[in-house]
């Protein structure tokens, strides 16, 4: 079982940065490829990014190419993103989702993703 806890989100103006990091319990993080979701009101959930196991592997939405990037640290069981270049379109609650793989590379599905985080706001005034 992973328990994930997202901080970091908030109200930023057009062209700001903010900073997601997302914690997880237990001592087997390194087992989970890891992605960012984000959903906002009145559409479907989608994939922004995603890192596989040992981080050797990244996706990335064209949406937020160029201006997201997805960290993690296997010994602080965290993962981060970091938003540059933030527009308004960006929008939603971001979530943290921890999907169970047997080797390294990462899923864009949100449905076979295991663990969820709660979602923490991020809000982008034009």
């Known amino acids: 079982q992973v328990q994930l806890v997202e901080s970091g989100g908030g109200l930023v103006q057009a062209g700001g940065s903010l900073r997601l990091s997302c914690a997880a319990s237990g001592r087997t993080f390194s087992s989970y490829a890891m992605g960012w979701f984000r959903q906002a009101p009145g559409k479907e959930r989608e994939i922004v990014t995603a890192i596989s196991r040992s981080g050797g592997r990244t996706y990335y939405a064209d949406s937020v190419k160029g201006r997201f990037t997805i960290s993690r640290d296997n010994a602080k069981n965290t993962v981060h993103l970091q938003m540059n270049s933030l527009k308004p379109e960006d929008t939603a609650v971001y979530y943290c989702?921890?999907?169970?793989?047997?080797?390294?590379?990462?899923?864009?599905?949100?449905?076979?993703?295991?663990?969820w985080g709660q979602g923490t706001q991020v809000t982008v005034s034009s």
């Open positions: 989702a921890a999907d169970s793989v047997y080797s390294d590379y990462v899923s864009t599905n949100y449905r076979v993703y295991d663990y």
